[in-house]
């Protein structure tokens, strides 16, 4: 006869047992980190941050709104900011300062917009915020880009934004979870973008004639804004120190890849992948197609990429010019060391928490937003080396 009261029993000791040896570990894994971990404040799934000149930081939270935040973790809200489609991976995305912000005080926004018939996609637009009193606000906002074409569905927007040193706003597209459109040229989902800060296209990107003299393609088309294509969902880009683009990209069944982007280059999805598909069929890797352009990291099992910096301050000076990814699923920062055109992982920090952020402050802390979800509370984080 089954004795349910020893069963019982012996299922809480398991139980006690494992939340003890979880805690020993996360204490042990913290204790072990080459920074102090201070929790500054917490937000409702936040997104992305970046500093402003005065040292205040502007966050985004999915669910639409932007906050200026300060050191202590006081926040204010903005008001003025366009409609959101949240839901799934969407919703309110990326942030980044036009180059001239000291002077024309310009926020670029991505975000997610649901359309009348079910679809959605990726936008982005910049406003001018006044931050003003204890309502800050976006004035004069506009859209400058869209996903073309829209699409039913919740993931794979991709939509981080970034300036680099010319100038030039850069956005991540996804291939919103329907593979093929990271190789249509008629659409730019599943690529690299490269604008004008009014949302033109520079007239030195890869495929401003593509197929020119065809009388069969409208040539006011989406091709001319992509820089490079077969990207699946790209969630982090920044530039090193040389001037060097580099993006990081969750694969499907593993796979993570960093790319160094090469001007009108294709990186291969969904041809190729180092992981597979979730229901586990394969993907024919890189190495089968060498027409295509390989990852200078390619993560089996992956650490589901959410962000890219560089470290260029002080604080971790023996870090300089490394590259910092932030990672979900496997709840870590991945420290990068970059070299020309190569690029490997020197080390990794677990966390015990989501990362969906983490960006080098003024002052030459590191800030970091872990995601919220599941035991991820979706807190800001400051770490400065021990």
Do not use: C
Request: proline share 6%; glycine share 12%; no cysteine.
């Amino acid at each position: 006869m089954v004795n349910t009261a020893m069963i019982t029993t012996a299922l809480r000791r398991i139980l006690v047992l494992t939340l003890l040896f979880s805690a020993s570990f996360s204490a042990q894994a913290t204790q072990d980190l080459p920074f102090k971990v201070e929790t500054v404040t917490a937000f409702d799934e936040p997104w992305a941050m970046v500093f402003l000149p005065d040292g205040h930081m502007l966050v985004t939270e999915k669910k639409g709104r932007l906050l200026v935040v300060d050191d202590d973790g006081d926040k204010r809200a903005v008001s003025g900011l366009p409609d959101v489609g949240y839901g799934g991976q969407g919703g309110m995305g990326d942030i980044a300062l036009h180059p001239d912000f000291a002077t024309n005080g310009m926020v670029y926004l991505s975000y997610v917009e649901s359309a009348p018939d079910g679809t959605r996609g990726a936008a982005v637009g910049r406003g001018r915020i006044d931050l003003a009193g204890s309502r800050p606000s976006i004035t004069g906002f506009e859209v400058l880009w869209r996903q073309y074409p829209k699409m039913v569905g919740y993931g794979h927007y991709g939509h981080r934004l970034m300036f680099d040193d010319e100038g030039y706003l850069w956005i991540t597209s996804g291939d919103r979870q329907k593979f093929t459109p990271a190789q249509d040229m008629q659409s730019n989902l599943g690529k690299v973008l490269r604008l004008n800060d009014d949302g033109s296209v520079p007239s030195d990107n890869p495929f401003v004639d593509y197929l020119a003299d065809s009388p069969l393609v409208d040539r006011i088309g989406v091709y001319g804004e992509v820089w490079s294509l077969g990207h699946r969902n790209p969630l982090g880009i920044a530039q090193d120190s040389q001037g060097s683009l580099w993006v990081i990209e969750m694969g499907p069944r593993h796979g993570d890849e960093l790319n160094l982007i090469r001007k009108g280059e294709n990186y291969g999805y969904p041809e190729v992948s180092d992981g597979d598909h979730y229901d586990r069929r394969p993907i024919p890797d890189h190495s089968t197609r060498p027409e295509f352009e390989a990852p200078k990291i390619s993560w089996v099992p992956a650490i589901s990429p959410s962000h890219l910096s560089f470290v260029q301050g002080t604080q971790f000076e023996a870090w300089q010019g490394n590259a910092l990814a932030a990672g979900l699923g496997a709840k870590v920062i991945v420290r990068i060391e970059i070299d020309g055109a190569t690029a490997k992982e020197v080390e990794r920090y677990d966390m015990d928490t989501r990362i969906r952020s983490v960006v080098e402050g003024p002052q030459g802390a590191l800030w970091a937003l872990e995601d919220e979800r599941g035991s991820s509370k979706g807190r800001l984080l400051k770490l400065t080396p021990k």
